[in-house]
């Protein structure tokens, strides 16, 4: 039984890209139920109210997997490390660059399928990048009451809003 | 000391042999008279609101027989009637008096045991509030494990309650009439999120420095020291909290809570290692025994009270050597007088050999965490001890007993039935007794403390008139020839290959014969099968250098190993370069390699010059052949069903009182 290796491959990408839209629609796919069953409400809170809830869930996945052994600057790129390999599970073509001090980094978003999939099911692209802001913030927030850390995450480029890419500072002030 | 007390252990073997145990030693004002400990461990044995129940109580007595006059503490209380303290659902409560009656009777019977009765104050903080929603801390330091509730932090005033709790609960235990009270300040239990740098970030004078961290202990030590009277107090505390990931305490930080605890007033200090959240493993098989005494050495030369410890600490030769050495004062027990509660007077009396030794797999403390009643991996009796179903007694009819396997389950059962008054004969093919064992100890991490369950039940048996037939093999005709009254299966499983292609090549082998050392494996390897024989044949491999990848159709990995003791597994794993495909299966052997089928289809090819079978099925072919023969069969152990250790004496055990 000899096995075709591209083939095995080709199915397991195709496997793997339909996985990561599943996820993605998932999500807009309950925001669509949710606002049916509360018309009165703002969309927007709902859709935020879910991202809430993601970002609770990811932080409490981060938290088993940060160590502080390796000194602060170890842990900050870790940190960033942790977000690359979420937004990676979600196909976006994502990685870490070096800030102007060791204790600031950039993650750098060059692709990200979550905006296409906004404009699929009509969200607002604005909606889209407060959903992600409120993501790192609560994580980081998690991440920083867990470990007495201070660092900071704040958006400096979005995808959505038309700037190419994504770029948000990870930082200790 | 100015007292005789009615222990004189001078006469007894174990005296002469470890001489440092059974010396006495004064704790505040009161003597005891050995070295020897059970230490306060839950066992979730009393009822949901808190009441002691006969089975805890018959647990408790049995270990304060087995300390021969030394301490025997019961489980920590919790001591609020919120239940922010409560860690475990069956944990023992003391927020009322009407609960003294209850715990009257725990104290009563340790000192009709004619042991020293000791109980533990223990609010379980960031790892409690198991029936409420939020459980309370210093700080809202969120846990590394989802299991735990989110932390509410405490107010000065919850801290002034919460002092007075423990002050109050400590009264009530004098009233019940324990003679040593104990606060429990580890494993991150509400104590030790206090001192901990880890979850203590508080800016008022209960934070700060480590002075500051302790100012809650300081309070709570002195404050249960003005209501115990005469009555030792003693403390456990971290000596290292093995949380420098998090940012834990340093060793020397550790050191002042020792000193301060000390100035404090605590009459004597037990001393711990690592946290619930620690990501190192503390007390499993895989730490060597004594490992961990460099923290008591530690601790002696920081404080002058007495210092206790326990934590892998099993074999009586290590702590009374440490005790002799003067870096120790008195040997802690839990797990291994949970395997086995008459441990010391068993030392004592010479018997060591009838010790029925802890594996350390950690299963007891598993269940606990899992709202389940305590149990023992290798002890069926354990908490039945309360249940006269559990125990040996003569046999109305006695019987000619053919047990055919010396394996761990056939063994068990042997010693039982022939302690019942019954004719045993064992047989085995082998000339060795240990079965499946034989091979299996040699699984590195520890696996070799497995076979001393054997070890335990050869003497057993011995003692108890059992009659081996070793390299026979039994057929028909033999059982036919020996006309026994009963014949009990313990054969052990079948070691299966898959029915792929190529499981009929030569470069296919079986576990046992890897682990005897009698197969020829190459540099890469795949190992079929992800139960525990499979995780252990990888590991004894990848030690060896070689290339191993683990490819089992169990959807989990290692599904037949306690979630406490599988997440060691996983990370030797990852340090020895093992890959794991779960949910998967052989499609194909060849010279070059095996191809590997996922459950959905997907093919992953794997260069292997050897594929090592570890898959085991029920085993019923004596059964078949004799069943005609009209005699009374049991069946034991993997023949039935293939499991593991557990399920083999568990099954010997229970067989052993039926037949």
Same mark, same amino acid.
């Not at chain 2, 409560?93 to 020293?116: F, H, M, Q, V």
């Not at chain 2, 930080?253 to 690592?274: P, R």
């Not at chain 2, 870096?327 to 018997?351: N, T």
């Given at each position: 039984?000899?096995?075709?290796?591209?083939?095995?491959?080709?199915?397991? !990408?195709?496997?793997?890209?339909?996985?990561?839209?599943?996820?993605?629609?998932?999500?807009?796919? !309950?925001?669509?139920?949710?606002?049916?069953?509360?018309?009165?409400?703002?969309?927007?809170?709902?859709?935020?109210?879910? !991202?809430?809830?993601?970002?609770?869930?990811?932080?409490?996945?981060?938290?088993?997997?940060?160590?502080?052994?390796?000194?602060?600057?170890?842990?900050?790129?870790?940190?960033?490390?942790?977000?690359?390999?979420?937004?990676?599970?979600?196909?976006?073509?994502?990685?870490?660059?070096?800030?102007?001090?060791?204790?600031?980094? #950039?993650?750098?978003?060059?692709?990200?399928? !979550?905006?296409?999939?906004?404009?699929? #099911?009509?969200?607002?692209?604005?909606?889209?990048?407060?959903?992600?802001?409120?993501?790192?913030?609560?994580?980081?927030?998690?991440?920083?009451?867990?470990?007495?850390?201070?660092?900071?995450?704040?958006?400096?480029?979005?995808?959505?809003?038309?700037?190419?890419?994504?770029?948000?500072?990870?930082?200790?002030? | 000391?100015?007292?005789? /007390?009615?222990?004189?252990?001078?006469?007894?073997?174990?005296?002469?042999?470890?001489?440092?145990?059974?010396?006495?030693?004064?704790?505040?004002?009161?003597?005891?008279?050995?070295?020897?400990?059970?230490?306060?461990?839950?066992?979730?044995?009393?009822?949901?609101?808190?009441?002691?129940?006969?089975?805890?109580?018959?647990?408790?007595?049995?270990?304060?027989? =087995?300390?021969?006059?030394?301490?025997?503490?019961?489980?920590?209380?919790?001591?609020?009637?919120?239940?922010?303290?409560?860690?475990?659902?069956?944990?023992?409560?003391?927020?009322?008096?009407?609960?003294?009656?209850?715990?009257?009777?725990?104290?009563?019977?340790?000192?009709?045991?004619?042991?020293?009765?000791?109980?533990?104050?223990?609010?379980?903080?960031?790892?409690? $509030?198991?029936?409420?929603?939020?459980?309370?801390?210093?700080?809202?330091? +969120?846990?590394?494990?989802?299991?735990?509730?989110?932390?509410?932090?405490?107010?000065?005033?919850?801290?002034?309650?919460?002092?007075?709790?423990?002050?109050?609960?400590?009264?009530?235990?004098?009233?019940?009439?324990?003679?040593?009270?104990?606060?429990?300040?580890?494993?991150?239990?509400?104590?030790?999120?206090?001192?901990?740098?880890?979850?203590?970030?508080?800016?008022?004078?209960?934070? *700060?420095? %480590?002075?500051?961290?302790?100012?809650?202990?300081?309070?709570? %030590?002195?404050?249960?020291?003005?209501?115990? *009277?005469?009555?030792?107090?003693?403390?456990?505390?971290?000596?290292?909290?093995?949380?420098?990931?998090?940012?834990?305490?340093?060793?020397?930080?550790?050191?002042?809570?020792?000193?301060?605890?000390?100035?404090?007033?605590?009459?004597?200090?037990?001393?711990?290692?690592?946290?619930?959240?620690?990501?190192?493993?503390?007390?499993?098989?895989? @730490?060597?025994?004594?490992?961990?005494?460099?923290?008591?050495?530690?601790?002696?030369?920081?404080?002058?009270? +007495?210092?206790?410890?326990?934590?892998?600490?099993?074999?009586?030769?290590?702590?009374?050597?440490?005790?002799?050495?003067?870096?120790?004062?008195?040997?802690?027990?839990?797990?291994?007088?949970?395997?086995?509660?008459?441990? +010391?007077?068993?030392?004592?009396? =010479?018997?060591?050999?009838?010790?029925?030794?802890?594996?350390?797999?950690?299963?007891?403390?598993?269940?606990?965490?899992?709202?389940?009643?305590?149990?023992?991996?290798?002890?069926?009796?354990?908490?039945?001890?309360?249940?006269?179903?559990?125990? @040996?007694?003569?046999?109305?009819?006695?019987?000619?007993?053919?047990?055919?396997?010396?394996?761990?389950?056939?063994?068990?059962?042997?010693?039982? $039935? $022939?302690?019942?008054?019954?004719?045993?004969?064992?047989?085995?093919?082998?000339?060795?007794?240990?079965?499946?064992?034989?091979? $299996?100890?040699?699984?590195?991490?520890?696996?070799?403390?497995?076979?001393?369950? %054997?070890?335990?039940?050869?003497?057993?048996?011995?003692?108890?008139?059992?009659? /081996?037939?070793?390299?026979?093999?039994?057929?028909?005709?033999?059982?036919?020839?020996?006309?026994?009254?009963?014949?009990?299966?313990?054969?052990?499983?079948?070691?299966?290959?898959?029915?792929?292609?190529?499981?009929?090549?030569?470069?296919?082998? *079986?576990?046992?014969?890897?682990?005897?050392?009698?197969?020829?494996?190459?540099?890469?390897?795949?190992?079929?099968?992800?139960?525990?024989?499979?995780?252990?044949?990888?590991?004894?491999?990848?030690?060896?250098?070689?290339?191993?990848? @683990?490819?089992?159709?169990?959807?989990?990995?290692?599904?037949?190993?306690?979630?406490?003791?599988?997440?060691?597994?996983?990370?030797?794993?990852?340090?020895?370069?093992?890959?794991?495909?779960?949910?998967?299966?052989?499609?194909?052997?060849?010279?070059?390699?095996?191809?590997?089928?996922?459950?959905?289809?997907?093919?992953?090819?794997?260069?292997?010059?050897?594929?090592?079978?570890?898959?085991?099925? +029920?085993?019923?072919?004596?059964?078949?052949?004799?069943?005609?023969?009209?005699?009374?069969?049991?069946?034991?152990?993997?023949?039935?069903?293939?499991?593991?250790?557990?399920?083999?004496?568990?099954?010997?055990?229970?067989?052993?009182?039926?037949?």
């Amino acid at each position: 039984m000899p096995v075709d290796a591209e083939k095995e491959i080709s199915r397991l !990408w195709r496997g793997l890209h339909g996985a990561q839209d599943s996820t993605i629609k998932t999500f807009y796919q !309950w925001r669509k139920a949710a606002i049916g069953l509360v018309p009165d409400a703002n969309p927007s809170e709902i859709a935020l109210k879910g !991202w809430e809830a993601m970002a609770q869930d990811m932080g409490k996945l981060f938290l088993p997997r940060l160590s502080f052994s390796k000194g602060e600057e170890a842990f900050l790129k870790q940190v960033a490390g942790l977000y690359v390999n979420t937004w990676q599970g979600y196909g976006a073509v994502v990685k870490v660059e070096p800030g102007t001090s060791p204790m600031e980094v #950039f993650i750098k978003w060059e692709r990200c399928p !979550w905006p296409a999939f906004a404009k699929d #099911f009509n969200a607002p692209l604005k909606e889209d990048v407060a959903g992600c802001d409120l993501v790192l913030q609560i994580t980081i927030d998690m991440v920083n009451a867990f470990m007495n850390t201070n660092f900071k995450i704040e958006t400096q480029k979005a995808i959505p809003r038309g700037e190419g890419i994504c770029l948000r500072r990870l930082y200790k002030p | 000391m100015g007292e005789l /007390f009615k222990w004189d252990y001078t006469d007894y073997p174990g005296y002469k042999k470890y001489p440092h145990l059974f010396k006495p030693i004064q704790i505040g004002k009161l003597t005891i008279p050995n070295r020897i400990k059970y230490a306060a461990t839950e066992d979730n044995l009393n009822d949901k609101d808190g009441f002691i129940t006969d089975a805890d109580v018959s647990y408790m007595r049995e270990r304060a027989k =087995g300390v021969v006059g030394g301490i025997a503490c019961m489980q920590g209380v919790y001591m609020d009637k919120k239940r922010h303290g409560q860690g475990y659902v069956g944990q023992a409560a003391c927020w009322d008096d009407k609960y003294i009656p209850g715990l009257k009777r725990i104290a009563d019977a340790i000192k009709e045991e004619g042991a020293i009765s000791a109980s533990q104050l223990m609010h379980c903080g960031r790892v409690g $509030a198991v029936e409420v929603e939020y459980c309370q801390g210093p700080s809202p330091v +969120p846990q590394r494990l989802r299991i735990f509730r989110p932390v509410e932090v405490m107010s000065k005033d919850d801290i002034k309650r919460c002092i007075d709790e423990h002050i109050e609960a400590a009264d009530r235990l004098c009233q019940a009439g324990f003679e040593i009270i104990e606060i429990s300040g580890i494993v991150g239990y509400l104590i030790s999120n206090f001192i901990s740098s880890y979850t203590n970030r508080r800016t008022d004078e209960y934070g *700060g420095d %480590i002075r500051g961290r302790m100012k809650m202990v300081m309070e709570t %030590i002195q404050g249960v020291k003005k209501v115990i *009277g005469d009555r030792p107090l003693g403390i456990r505390l971290c000596s290292d909290e093995l949380l420098d990931d998090v940012r834990g305490n340093t060793p020397e930080e550790s050191m002042i809570t020792y000193q301060m605890a000390e100035e404090a007033g605590a009459d004597y200090m037990s001393v711990t290692a690592g946290w619930q959240e620690a990501i190192y493993p503390v007390i499993s098989r895989d @730490i060597p025994q004594g490992s961990w005494l460099f923290l008591a050495k530690r601790a002696k030369e920081h404080i002058k009270i +007495p210092v206790q410890m326990a934590y892998r600490l099993f074999d009586p030769a290590i702590p009374n050597k440490a005790i002799g050495d003067g870096i120790l004062d008195i040997w802690e027990m839990c797990r291994p007088m949970i395997a086995d509660p008459h441990l +010391p007077k068993k030392v004592l009396e =010479g018997r060591e050999d009838e010790i029925r030794p802890c594996v350390a797999c950690n299963v007891c403390l598993a269940r606990l965490f899992r709202d389940a009643p305590m149990t023992c991996y290798i002890n069926p009796v354990c908490a039945h001890d309360h249940d006269p179903k559990f125990h @040996i007694t003569p046999a109305e009819t006695m019987k000619k007993v053919m047990i055919v396997g010396a394996g761990a389950a056939g063994l068990e059962c042997a010693w039982v $039935a $022939a302690e019942r008054g019954h004719e045993v004969h064992v047989y085995d093919k082998l000339r060795e007794v240990g079965g499946t064992l034989l091979e $299996a100890r040699k699984a590195p991490y520890g696996d070799e403390e497995l076979y001393y369950q %054997i070890n335990f039940a050869k003497v057993k048996s011995d003692k108890a008139g059992v009659q /081996f037939h070793l390299e026979t093999e039994v057929t028909t005709d033999l059982v036919d020839e020996e006309m026994p009254d009963t014949v009990v299966l313990a054969v052990g499983p079948k070691y299966i290959k898959g029915i792929a292609p190529g499981f009929d090549r030569a470069n296919v082998v *079986g576990v046992l014969d890897v682990l005897a050392g009698k197969a020829a494996v190459g540099d890469n390897v795949v190992v079929w099968g992800n139960k525990k024989p499979g995780v252990g044949v990888a590991l004894f491999l990848a030690k060896q250098k070689k290339k191993v990848t @683990i490819v089992g159709k169990n959807k989990d990995f290692a599904i037949d190993i306690n979630p406490s003791f599988r997440w060691r597994y996983n990370a030797y794993l990852r340090q020895n370069g093992v890959t794991v495909y779960n949910d998967c299966d052989i499609a194909e052997i060849t010279d070059n390699g095996v191809t590997v089928m996922t459950y959905d289809g997907y093919m992953i090819p794997v260069k292997a010059d050897t594929v090592v079978c570890t898959e085991r099925a +029920p085993n019923q072919d004596l059964k078949n052949a004799i069943k005609e023969l009209g005699v009374e069969i049991f069946e034991i152990g993997d023949m039935v069903i293939p499991r593991n250790l557990s399920s083999a004496v568990h099954d010997g055990y229970k067989v052993g009182l039926r037949i």
